[in-house]
């Protein structure tokens, strides 16, 4: 504080206040312009002022400190004066009739000093928290992706010569290997004949059939041969090109898109920090063909390079790029109501939150031909995924806000922003990934 023109000696006296919160007006995270809306309760760290008086020196000025509380979104104003009252430091009496400043007939709140208060009120301070987001990423397909044996019959070329098709007899598929329309867009490599893309499955009693595009007049010799089939959209190999995919194959290691965390979490005053350069090594881990959804076996997943542990003082969150979620979910065949397009190493009140794998094949397949919606897909996922980290639930979106369960045929919320019950759990919550899951919406 300082005078002007400089006295010295001079007390002045001050006191902080926890105005309107300046988010919207909704009873859930905002009281209605009543102030007191802080989460700088229980376990949290409360806002201090070092003290409410202090003196001016010869130059007119005085100083102190003012710890602000550490959640998002609280929010601060100190009011200075040189009027003693009974208590020292200003109270709400001398603000006006107990207005809280700023105005509480102003919503949002603005930064204006308040009517007849004979000294000054700081400008509104609200606290964001940084959380620092780590990316990793799955190693490329494996042998774990294929499935090898020998062609089983002479295989048939189409009749229609301009289709260039061809039939294949391959060994009896396993499990979700054999679905009808598994194998869309996938691959096949045929050992002295070459790699050829494939369109369809089609499912016999015995012995299964792929279908193959581009396929030689000379791979009716390929009776006997040894074949390796591919997943589909499991990537290219050099020299061999995917036809008929609508946009790039998915290929592993690579980073999740982080597009849309700084627009969904800053109404909650959280401001993310993907990885920079040089800040996490970024390893590849280990590669997962089909994801399940049980918590230990994510965690073993998620977490396996991870390097940033998150705590009160240092909020983190880490995200890995994978492949695909379980067989019955991964739109293998198209025909599945059911998707999963990410996971999170969490279960309702159970601390055991860790770090989300979101399925960029899951996503490619559902999005197909359309690279924008894939894109937009992957960064809603990563979100919503992240959001699990702080312990938001599926109920936390209801009415079509960002935790709506996606796992269906239409993936993304109408409403592109969390609900104002998720913001008051994050605001709340004492770190991503703590101990704390039990934080309930009034």
């Keep these: 504080m300082s005078t002007n023109p400089a006295v010295e000696g001079m007390s002045e006296y001050l006191e902080a206040f926890d105005p309107d919160d300046p988010s919207a007006n909704n009873d859930v995270v905002d009281d209605n312009l009543v102030g007191g809306d802080n989460r700088d309760d229980n376990h949290h760290d409360t806002a201090e002022l070092g003290v409410t008086q202090i003196t001016t020196g010869g130059t007119g000025q005085a100083l102190t400190t003012f710890r602000v509380a550490h959640q998002p979104g609280d929010n601060h104003r100190v009011a200075a004066t040189i009027k003693p009252t009974t208590q020292g430091a200003p109270t709400l009496d001398m603000l ?82 054999e679905q009808t329309d598994q194998h869309r867009v996938g691959r096949i490599d045929i050992a002295g004949f070459g790699s050829f893309t494939t369109v369809n499955t089609i499912k016999s009693a015995f012995d299964d059939q792929v279908v193959i595009i581009n396929a030689p007049p000379t ?51 959280i401001f993310p920090v993907p990885d920079a350069s040089g800040f996490n090594p970024q390893l590849p881990t280990d590669f997962v063909h089909q994801m399940p959804s049980d918590v230990p076996t994510v965690s073993a997943t998620a977490d396996a390079n991870k390097n940033l542990t998150s705590a009160p003082t240092f909020w983190a969150v880490h995200v890995t790029s994978g492949f695909q979620g379980p067989a019955l979910k991964d739109f293998d065949p198209v025909t599945e109501a059911e998707l999963v397009f990410g996971v999170t190493a969490a279960a309702d009140d159970v601390p055991t939150a860790g770090g989300s794998v979101i399925h960029l094949e899951t996503i490619r397949d559902f999005r197909s031909g359309d690279q924008g919606a894939q894109t937009e897909l992957e960064q809603f996922t990563v979100v919503h995924e992240v959001g699990h980290q702080f312990y938001l639930l599926h109920p936390d979106g209801a009415g079509g806000f960002i935790m709506t369960n996606q796992d269906g045929p239409t993936p993304l919320s109408p409403i592109r922003e969390f609900s104002p019950c998720s913001l008051l759990k994050m605001r709340k919550q004492e770190f991503p990934q703590g101990l704390d899951p039990k934080i309930r919406c009034p």
């Design 96 to 177: 006006n009739d107990d207005n809280v400043p700023p105005s509480n007939t102003q919503n949002p709140p603005t930064q204006d000093q308040v009517q007849l208060f004979i000294g000054t009120i700081s400008p509104l301070l609200t606290v964001w928290r940084r959380v620092y987001v780590e990316l990793d990423s799955m190693g490329p397909p494996n042998a774990t992706n294929t499935q090898t044996g020998v062609v089983q019959a002479q295989p048939t070329l189409d009749p229609n010569p301009a289709n260039n098709n061809a039939t294949i007899d391959i060994e009896d598929l396993d499990d979700d290997w």
């Design 219 to 269: 791979i009716v010799n390929a009776n006997g041969a040894e074949y390796t089939l591919w997943d589909d959209d499991a990537g290219s190999t050099p020299g061999f090109v995917m036809i008929g995919a609508n946009y790039p194959p998915v290929t592993l290691p690579v980073l999740p898109d982080t597009g849309f965390m700084a627009e969904a979490y800053a109404p909650a005053y």
